[in-house]
């Protein structure tokens, strides 16, 4: 598959992420229990994963790296992607989708910083500032204007919703960093790396579950006994989006990069917004149409080539010009 192809479904995938998690609350609460969710999609993606490898060892043998100092590698990032997971549901509690969108914004610019100081991975100056123009498109769109409604609309949600946006948003940059080094440091078959990310992942997520049983005194029940409990058809959608999102951004951390990862997702938020005036009666704004296009502009300079974006000097037509005949 082309990176191009998979980061578009990526940012279906993700746009509808927030929706559907909204749409699965009732009365603006979660009638199940949010911290199940990622460990089911965790579930999910290691199913598929292991399924995949198996088809893929029918072929010919996967290339699998079994020395316990690389496989110990992985926990790291199932550690972090467990408490973002969590903390993201947890934002969903007080803010709006697109609120929680626009908490996402400083992960453009840490993911580049990470990018670049532990990836070693050079960006010229024009993608630099295209990184930068990213941010400012996605924050523009968001942007309230104070003409019919009040300017306190700017910050209407708690101060625990953005505490938790923006820890949100620095723990998938330092994720998405880290998950593309282990991706990238051997040839390892996707589907082998994919296992073993995730079998940590469900682990350590069944063990945060467990975790807070055992700190509520298990008034709730054991796992296994609610594990289910309030689950409806949106609910599993959130799941199934959750876990098939996860499949896609380890193929473009193994094929592609982060910064492709970045701009599906931010693409993403403005589709988010974009939908949400269909089906949450959002009014459009003229700071969604400025980001929306600022946002393409972006797109256009950080992945054209430079000779599309700055007018080189053609020398040797010129030299060639003041030569005498």
């Given at each position: 598959m082309q990176w191009y192809f998979v980061a578009a479904l990526l940012t279906l995938l993700t746009s509808s992420q927030g929706i559907l998690t909204t749409?699965?609350?009732?009365?603006?609460?979660?009638?199940?229990?949010?911290?199940?969710?990622?460990?089911?999609?965790?579930?999910?993606?290691?199913?598929?994963?292991?399924?995949?490898?198996?088809?893929?060892?029918?072929?010919s043998p996967p290339r699998m790296t079994t020395e316990w100092k690389s496989v110990l590698l992985f926990?790291?990032?199932s550690i972090i992607y467990?408490?973002?997971?969590?903390?993201?549901?947890?934002?969903?509690?007080?803010?709006?989708?697109?609120?929680?969108?626009?908490?996402?914004?400083?992960?453009?610019?840490?993911?580049?910083?990470?990018?670049?100081?532990?990836?070693?991975?050079?960006?010229s100056n024009l993608q630099w500032m295209a990184i930068i123009l990213l941010a400012l498109g996605t924050t523009t769109s968001q942007v309230?204007?104070?003409?019919?409604?009040?300017?306190?609309?700017?910050f209407s949600a708690p101060i625990e919703g953005y505490m938790l946006g923006l820890l949100s948003a620095c723990l998938s940059a330092l994720a998405g960093v880290y998950t593309e080094y282990l991706m990238k440091k051997n040839n390892?078959?996707?589907?082998?790396?994919?296992?073993?990310?995730?079998?940590?992942?469900?682990?350590?997520?069944?063990?945060?579950?467990?975790?807070?049983?055992f700190r509520v005194g298990f008034e709730k029940g054991?796992?296994?006994?609610?594990?289910?409990?309030?689950?409806?058809?949106?609910?599993?959608?959130?799941?199934?989006?959750?876990?098939?999102?996860?499949?896609?951004?380890?193929?473009?951390?193994k094929y592609a990069d982060n910064i492709v990862k970045v701009y599906s997702t931010s693409m993403a938020m403005l589709l988010t917004m974009v939908l949400s005036i269909y089906l949450f009666n959002v009014k459009p704004t003229v700071q969604l149409f400025l980001g929306i296009v600022i946002?393409?502009?972006?797109?256009?300079?950080?992945?054209?080539?430079?000779?599309m974006l700055v007018d080189l000097p053609t020398t040797s037509k010129a030299a060639g010009l003041g030569q005498p005949e």
């Open positions: 749409l699965s609350q009732s009365n603006g609460k979660y009638k199940y229990d949010y911290a199940t969710v990622p460990f089911l999609a965790e579930i999910f993606k290691l199913l598929v994963s292991g399924f995949l490898l198996w088809k893929e060892g029918r072929t926990p790291i990032p467990l408490v973002h997971n969590n903390v993201q549901f947890a934002t969903l509690t007080f803010v709006d989708p697109s609120t929680y969108q626009i908490m996402g914004n400083l992960k453009i610019v840490t993911t580049g910083i990470l990018f670049r100081l532990f990836l070693r991975r050079k960006l309230k204007g104070c003409g019919e409604s009040s300017c306190d609309s700017l390892d078959s996707l589907y082998w790396q994919n296992v073993q990310l995730y079998t940590f992942g469900a682990i350590f997520n069944m063990a945060w579950l467990f975790w807070e049983d054991l796992l296994w006994q609610r594990l289910f409990n309030g689950y409806t058809i949106m609910t599993w959608l959130v799941v199934l989006n959750l876990g098939s999102s996860g499949l896609l951004v380890s193929w473009l951390m946002c393409i502009m972006s797109i256009h300079m950080y992945f054209a080539p430079a000779n």
